[in-house]
Nanobody
Framework: QVQLVESGGGLVQAGGSLRLSCAAS????????MGWFRQTPGKEREFVSA????????YYASSVEGRFTISRDNAKNTVYLQMNSLEPEDTATYYC?????????????????WGQGTQVTVSS
């Protein structure tokens, strides 16, 4: 079992930055890939980024590549999402997810555990 708690969301102006954190508890954290997804009302949950258990492999949605950076600290059981050059289109609830090996990372079905989400609002 893995429990996930996101933090770091908030209101920021376009062009600004935020860093999301996801604190995990449970023995399986260091063995799991971690992902960030986002969702707006009425839309499906959208892949943002993923990182392998070692941190050696990362993957980004094209809409955020070059602006967002995912990282993890297994000693602290925490994964981060540094978000720079934020745009109003990045406004969403952001979810942390954990599960399995680093395959099909863009699919929500490949993650067994989910956090409750943190709201990010980018004003224009």
């Amino acid at each position: 079992q893995v429990q996930l708690v996101e933090s770091g969301g908030g209101l920021v102006q376009a062009g600004g930055s935020l860093r999301l954190s996801c604190a995990a508890s449970g023995r399986s954290f260091s063995a799991s890939k971690m992902g960030w997804f986002r969702q707006t009302p009425g839309k499906e949950r959208e892949f943002v980024s993923a990182i392998s258990w070692s941190g050696g492999s990362t993957y980004y949605a094209s809409s955020v590549e070059g602006r967002f950076t995912i990282s993890r600290d297994n000693a602290k059981n925490t994964v981060y999402l540094q978000m720079n050059s934020l745009e109003p289109e990045d406004t969403a609830t952001y979810y942390c997810a954990a599960g399995g090996s680093f395959t099909r990372v863009v699919s929500t079905t490949q993650y067994a555990y989910w956090g409750q989400g943190t709201q990010v609002t980018v004003s224009s």
